[in-house]
């Protein structure tokens, strides 16, 4: 899957359809396997990407820790919606008082006014190629899929060791603690994203990629040259990995940001980007500036009537062309 940063709504149509699909009883209630999320920010669940897990640089499996519910992902609650209706209460308001969920610090970003800068940051599980999650597990349980990649759990095998948690440097593996294994006499399982394999079955694309409503969301196989993900990716190299210094080899690449002009003090438009270079070399590496560059040469083509595939592909006109599954 490749996801254009330049487009995304921060709307969160797609973590609706995750959840609405696979996610919203059954103890995952508090699970996102997709996620919109604010950067800079703490992400979902809260600091994932100051866990030490994934691998190192001599190849050597690291085990990160396993956030906790509620410190590190919240918990669901409800509105006291009846009793605003009965008149026994006069506002509208949690049953209990959260401190931390989901976007919690949604739209809050970093930077001073009038540079203050944030962006929209889409993820699901990266179905990576060399997936630290299948490594940690001491029983088997996780397989990557030959036919297209797929990473998942095997739930007749799993014990809820959790080791596949603790290991993912992007935390999209995680606990229920109400399913149950009675063959195994397990309480507790492991679950994560399946990238909607029953649809892609069927020749149609993940629940997250068909509701988008930017049409930010590029699905495809890397050995398809009539792809867009093969011409984002490898072609025109203008889609990156997410924390590639993680070392899982993640299937899941992003357009990354342009950014608008920052302001001095006398409210003039300065020739300074406002979105910090540095903010973006950390998330999809040092050839981000690269490609920054090429997505400007191609966007000033277009706009003088000159023919850009890039840009064509991430216009998106036709929304089937969008999906080869």
Request: negative net charge.
């Amino acid at each position: 899957m490749v996801m254009d940063l330049n487009k995304c709504l921060g709307c969160q149509t797609c973590t609706a359809a995750c959840k609405t699909q696979w996610t919203n009883r059954s103890g995952r209630e508090y699970m996102y396997w997709n996620n919109v999320e604010t950067q800079p920010g703490r992400g979902y669940p809260k600091d994932y990407m100051d866990y030490n897990a994934g691998w190192d640089d001599n190849g050597n499996l690291k085990s990160g820790g396993i956030p906790n519910v509620p410190e590190d992902y919240g918990t669901p609650w409800e509105y006291n919606y009846e009793k605003l209706v009965q008149g026994a209460d006069k506002t509208l308001k949690p049953d209990v008082e959260p401190s931390w969920g989901a976007n919690w610090d949604e739209d809050v970003g970093d930077g001073e006014y009038p540079n203050s800068y944030h962006i929209y940051l889409p993820r699901i599980c990266n179905h990576c190629t060399n997936p630290a999650c299948l490594a940690a597990c001491p029983n088997e349980a996780i397989r990557k899929r030959e036919s297209d990649g797929v990473v998942l759990v095997d739930l007749k095998i799993c014990e809820g060791v959790m080791a596949c948690i603790s290991s993912c440097p992007y935390k999209k593996v995680y606990y229920n603690s109400s399913r149950k294994n009675d063959e195994k006499k397990i309480d507790g399982q492991s679950e994560k994203c399946i990238f909607c394999f029953p649809r892609m079955e069927k020749g149609l694309p993940p629940a997250c990629a068909k509701q988008c409503v930017g049409r930010i969301r590029h699905v495809g196989y890397m050995d398809d040259e009539d792809s867009h993900v093969y011409k984002l990716v490898k072609k025109w190299k203008v889609a990156l990995p997410l924390r590639a210094d993680f070392g899982t080899m993640p299937n899941v690449y992003y357009v990354p940001p342009l950014s608008p002009p920052k302001f001095n003090e006398h409210g003039e438009v300065m020739d300074e980007p406002r979105i910090p270079l540095s903010f973006l070399q950390k998330l999809f590496g040092s050839s981000v500036e690269r490609t920054l560059e090429t997505l400007k040469v191609e966007m000033d083509k277009k706009s003088r009537g000159e023919n850009s595939e890039v840009m064509d592909i991430l216009i998106a006109y036709k929304h089937s062309d969008m999906f080869k599954v």
